[in-house]
């Protein structure tokens, strides 16, 4: 059997939203995996200082994070695309300007507006961040920081489209649902990750398999050959799917893992 390049989501896929962890079962899974020559990677929308604690669980090949703007194999980093301080200057400005709020997400932290947001759902990411220690606290008017992308939510009180004319020639914008939307510079994916990564290890695409469950995997799903959706999921990844498995509370990494034939003879 070819070598397999493995590359999994983090939120709704490997990691429980429900139970905040990642199951025992897709831990001791993704080890096994990898003793039997396959290789794992994490391919997420976070950037890098948000994924310490899936580190410290998950044994993995490699990091591709902030979909695809930054990527290690080992200890290795083998791509870094940051937004350069002054362009993210503006991109508060127009934040603020148009009525949105949210999160500019960087590889040594993510920054907030000081106060209290009008918007619940960015006080419960900024409660979220401080708690995985990615939290950096020098708030929007200090302007020496670079980001990798960002994330906005947009209320009645904005003019989102207004916003987003004003980025659209540099970034990709990906709507999350609930006024929530993902911002990442355009030519940048978790499919451009992916493809960056078995270029690097030389592993042909149809051995390669992704692993997820939302609308920011789906450049991925469209990219891959073998995509495997989780049971709880967005129904826009439904037509790329090659095989549904479980929810995450319900082991559907292992059991994918199992009935794709991927831990191993004794499975």
Not at 51 to 77: K, P, R
Not at 247 to 262: C, N, R, S, W
Request: a negative charge; glycine letters at 10%.
């Amino acid at each position: 059997m070819n070598r397999k390049a493995l590359f999994f989501d983090i939120d709704g896929t490997l990691f429980s939203e429900i139970e905040r962890q990642v199951p025992q079962s897709a831990v001791l899974a993704l080890k096994k995996t990898r003793q039997c020559g396959n290789l794992v990677f994490i391919n997420t929308g976070r950037t890098v200082c948000q994924t310490a604690g899936i580190q410290m669980e998950v044994e993995s090949d490699g990091l591709l994070c902030g979909c695809g703007t930054y990527i290690t194999t080992g200890n290795e980093v083998i791509y870094d695309r940051r937004i350069p301080a002054e362009r993210t200057a503006r991109l508060k400005e127009d934040i603020v300007h148009f009525g949105l709020d949210g999160v500019l997400e960087g590889v040594e932290g993510c920054y907030f507006q000081r106060g209290e947001s009008r918007m619940p759902m960015v006080n419960r990411l900024m409660e979220l961040l401080k708690e995985g220690n990615a939290y950096v606290p020098l708030g929007w008017e200090d302007n020496s920081y670079d980001i990798s992308k960002f994330c906005v939510v947009a209320d009645r009180e904005s003019r989102k489209m207004e916003f987003f004319a004003t980025i659209e020639d540099e970034f990709e914008i990906i709507d999350r649902g609930s006024g929530f939307y993902e911002c990442v510079p355009l030519g940048h994916s978790k499919a451009t990750a992916v493809e960056a990564v078995l270029g690097r290890f030389g592993i042909a695409k149809e051995d390669a398999w992704v692993f997820g469950d939302s609308m920011n995997d789906l450049s991925m799903f469209q990219y891959s050959l073998n995509s495997v959706l989780m049971g709880k999921h967005d129904s826009g990844l439904e037509p790329y799917a090659v095989f549904t498995t479980k929810t995450v509370e319900e082991d559907g990494i292992a059991y994918a893992l199992e009935k794709l034939g991927m831990l191993g003879k004794d499975d």
